[in-house]
């Protein structure tokens, strides 16, 4: 497989070419695939500080992954929108950064797939990510195709809903950024009530870094870093680290109504929690979200 250039970028549903982090694949069989990765060696978002490649970078390459095998192999249009039903991820060994490393790449594997119409409109896979021979991290997903008809019809009169700024309910106030291990107030995706009892997840869509284009709703990927900054905020913990990840989305997370997000711990040693997302008492996403052992 190939290194030199990035896939294209509308087959991985990135605007810029930066955020693409896929180069090639190969087809395997007819439900098997290799696919190229290259994480980035530093980004604003997918941090790389602690000098190890940061595990929501690698769930940001499968979801490429899925996306890209969608379009090319199984002919879901490249005007459709995809919805991830589940999405989980686990990391099995340390991931450093080095200027030159081994190759990287997602084993891929699609483990269902469904139909609508005599056409592919869902899939479920599942990815290994390979350093060389080694395995680092393995991912599944259930994912979807919606046709523009169908996603009006989801989403009811919001589907060109872009807000132009970020929108933080009364009496709340973003979170220092120091809080939650980030350099700027503007990658910080939490604020709270005055008193600091109540967190909201509240992204600023003017951050090219997080959306690199216009999106109707808060995608998966950001409640990701969100859950993973609510956790932070609350341990007191701003370099945790994620181990591993696992979520649903049973609703969209709208951009203008109040959206709360709690945080659980649910085992003893502090390191297991689980994160609600929830509007109008609705719950729009839930992840369980292990935290890495601090060395």
Not at 171 to 198: K, P, Q, W, Y
Not at 238 to 250: D, H, N
Request: overall charge negative; hydrophobic content about 40%; proline content about 6%.
């Amino acid at each position: 497989m190939e290194y030199t250039r990035t896939v294209p970028r509308h087959l991985v549903h990135r605007h810029a070419v930066a955020e693409v982090f896929l180069t090639d694949y190969r087809i395997e069989s007819n439900s098997a695939y290799q696919v190229a990765v290259q994480l980035p060696l530093s980004h604003r978002i997918f941090d790389a500080s602690s000098e190890q490649h940061d595990p929501l970078g690698v769930a940001e390459a499968f979801r490429q992954a899925v996306v890209l095998l969608c379009h090319t192999r199984y002919d879901i249009p490249l005007h459709y929108k995809f919805l991830m039903e589940t999405f989980s991820f686990e990391m099995l060994d340390a991931l450093d950064v080095q200027p030159v490393a081994e190759p990287l790449s997602f084993s891929m594997t699609v483990d269902n797939l469904t139909h609508r119409d005599g056409a592919v409109s869902g899939v479920e896979m599942t990815g290994v990510l390979r350093e060389g021979a080694r395995h680092v991290a393995g991912c599944k997903a259930v994912a979807r195709g919606v046709s523009p008809e169908g996603y009006r019809r989801i989403r009811q009169g919001r589907e060109d809903y872009r807000p132009s700024r970020r929108i933080l309910p009364t009496g709340t106030a973003v979170v220092g950024s120091e809080r939650v291990g980030r350099l700027t107030d503007g990658d910080v995706l939490i604020s709270t009530d005055a008193a600091g009892h109540t967190m909201f997840c509240t992204p600023d869509p003017r951050n090219h870094s997080l959306f690199d284009h216009p999106v109707d709703h808060i995608p998966g990927m950001i409640l990701f870093e969100a859950a993973r900054q609510a956790v932070r905020y609350r341990t007191g913990a701003p370099a945790t680290r994620i181990a591993s990840l696992s979520a649903t989305f049973p609703r969209f997370t709208e951009w203008e109504t109040p959206c709360e997000v709690s945080t659980t711990p649910l085992d003893a040693s502090g390191r297991v929690h689980r994160v609600r997302f929830t509007q109008e008492l609705e719950t729009t996403a839930e992840l369980e979200l292990t935290v890495a052992e601090q060395l």
